[in-house]
């Protein structure tokens, strides 16, 4: 690679990024990888920019009442307290308009100084129509036509505004198929006022050069779609025609994914299971796998990060070394864990009123509730949990997580956790932490015993919770669907729930999680404590330091990014 490669920007887009609990653009795993990708990105003092919308409602503030009801209102933040104006601006054409476009910045500064920016778009103009400037008010919110004005300025208005920055002559890296109208901009660009008919394979070539996508939804529902009579009202005759020229429209639709694949020269699923499922749904495109990771300082709690910063002090700016956890002494690893799960339980304590017992045994299922993570799955037999917990030892089971406000499955999951805590009271302590949030799930990745994870197979593309707990020493039991089937050695690192069977069965799931905590892992538990202490070293040791975004991002640079040079990470971040 020659030198000018090597200062060569990568700018990042992502429809949600989880920069501080305190800025709410995120609504949960997308959004936290996004972040874990740039902290890490920042720690290697790599040449990136991240572009997102800024959500000035936020996603929401989740309520739930004694019966376990959702309600929602916005999250009340004030950008222009807590972010940087940028001077430059962007337009894009949205239904025959000019939306302008504004920037606030958010710095995230690495383990040694090195600074990336983060550019949140922002359409709340005085100069803007009425409803363009509520375009980056709500993520995930409105209709299909919202969505598909937000991804114009996502993408579009992103691109442009790097442009006016000055950040244009480098790759561009789509987080999901959201920003995948940024490559129109490429297009355009490439064109240089050319008309749409003379574009050419060696065009789409150029524009591929500059272009890597991961893909994160392992269902074609999951995918945003657009009829192509929406499209051409929002977008205009001449962009939809740019985009039937490059062969990125099908059957009558706008597929952002199908887009992202055609325009990309590099494809990813985020682990080696989903990189499989992918290529089945896409056959006609090359699919490569990078597993996602977290980043290793976030998510490891305090009481940890000391030890390791005694003991391994290498690890924060090579995870690596968190391989030579082995030989941390296992009195140390309790002792560190037991302050973790006591400061877990006074949040808990804070937040709900109720204080659980820091000698029992704890499991934690926190993620986005919706029905094809079974979150209910362990109260499946209540009675059956109840035995166990009277014959091997006390249970507690501490959830959380928002479900989307127009997903009702994922609402009657909530309140069939909130029944099932009631009738299952003296027997098994349930509790539910409302409004699910960085903050909160820092402490109660690092505070539980055991994490589970049992979605519908093969629907989790990676999953990233099971991750965080490994760094504080957190065994999981999970289904072996994605990361896990990487990440699982069996009472080693934690236990599986089911086989490698491409799909689960809900009664044989249960009854195998009931099979696993009578006989395996709550006798190990309360009868051989340093036993289990074992398999929480190894969970840190093995996959605690493989499963981060440093070598995630590692991946990207030398398989995405930049392929064609052998240069050392320090020479690209140059």
């Known amino acids: ?52 919308l800024l959500h000035r409602n936020g996603y929401f503030v989740q309520h739930l009442d004694a019966g376990g009801n959702q309600s929602e209102s916005p999250v009340q933040w ?66 299909s036509r919202y969505r598909l004005c937000q991804e114009i300025v996502l993408g579009m208005g992103g691109a442009s505004l790097l442009r006016a920055l000055d950040v244009h002559e480098g790759l561009y890296h789509l987080n999901e198929g959201h920003s995948a109208l940024l490559t129109l901009c490429l297009l355009e660009w490439q064109l240089d006022g050319r008309q749409a008919f003379e574009l050419d394979e060696s065009d789409i070539e150029e524009v591929r050069r500059r272009t890597v996508f991961t893909t994160h939804t392992p269902v074609p529902a999951g995918h945003d779609r ?46 080696m299971k989903h990189r499989e499922v992918s290529q089945g749904m896409f056959p006609n495109f090359p699919v490569d796998a990078i597993t996602n990771g977290v980043h290793a300082m976030t998510w490891t709690s305090p009481a940890f990060q000391r030890l ?19 030989g941390i002494p296992l009195a140390e690893i309790r002792a560190a864990h037991a302050e973790a799960k006591k400061t877990m339980i006074a949040m808990i304590a804070e937040r709900t009123g109720v204080m659980l017992d820091p000698k029992a045994f704890t499991i934690g299922f926190a993620r986005r509730a919706t029905p094809y993570k079974r979150a209910d799955l362990v109260f499946a037999d209540p009675t059956r949990l109840a035995e ?62 055991l994490w ?10 990676s999953g990233t919770s099971g991750m965080k707990a490994a760094l504080n020493g957190v065994p999981s039991l999970s289904v072996l669907d994605g990361w896990w089937i990487e990440g699982h050695v069996e009472g080693v690192t934690g236990w599986s729930i089911g086989g490698l069977d491409p799909e689960g069965d809900q009664s044989k799931d249960a009854m195998e999680i009931y099979l696993k905590l009578e006989r395996v892992i709550l006798p190990l538990y309360y009868g051989l404590p340093f036993a289990y202490a074992e398999v929480m070293r190894s969970a840190i040791a093995l996959n605690g330091s493989f499963f981060n975004t440093q070598r995630m991002v590692e991946q990207y640079v030398r398989n995405a990014y930049f392929p064609e040079t052998t240069l050392t990470l320090a020479e690209v971040g140059d």
């Open 1 to 52: 690679m020659n030198v000018s490669a090597s200062k060569t920007t990568v700018a990042y887009f992502s429809m949600e990024i989880a920069l501080d609990s305190a800025i709410p653009t995120y609504s949960g795993g997308l959004g936290v990888l996004a972040g874990d990708t740039l902290r890490s990105a920042a720690d290697l003092a790599l040449p990136l920019v991240g572009i997102s």
């Open 308 to 326: 390791f910063d005694r003991r391994i002090p290498e690890w924060r700016t090579d995870n690596l070394y968190l391989r030579y956890a082995v």
């Open 388 to 449: 166990i917990a009277s014959s091997v030892g006390p249970i507690q089971i501490v959830f959380g997580g928002k479900a989307h406000p127009n997903d009702s499955g994922g609402k009657d999951l909530i309140r069939r956790i909130h029944a099932a805590s009631a009738s299952l009271a003296g027997s098994v302590s349930v509790v539910y932490v409302e409004n699910y949030e960085m903050d909160v799930a820092a402490r109660i990745v690092a505070g539980v015993d």
């Open 226 to 271: 657009f009829p192509l009579e929406m499209v051409r009202q929002v977008l205009g005759e001449q962009h939809v025609t740019l985009l039937e020229a490059a062969r990125c429209v099908d059957a009558g639709e706008l597929n952002m994914t199908h887009v992202a694949l055609r325009l990309a020269r590099f494809v990813n699923g985020v682990a």
């Open 452 to 461: 589970l994870n049992n979605p519908m197979k093969p629907l989790e593309a």
């Open 78 to 143: 004030n950008p222009e307290q807590v972010l940087e104006p940028v001077d430059a601006t962007a337009s894009v054409q949205i239904e025959g308009r000019t939306v302008h476009v504004r920037a606030w910045k958010y710095s995230v500064r690495g383990v040694t100084g090195h600074e990336i920016p983060v550019y949140l778009l922002d359409t709340q103009l005085p100069e803007n129509d009425e409803r363009d400037r509520r375009l980056t008010d709500s993520l995930y919110g409105g209709d």
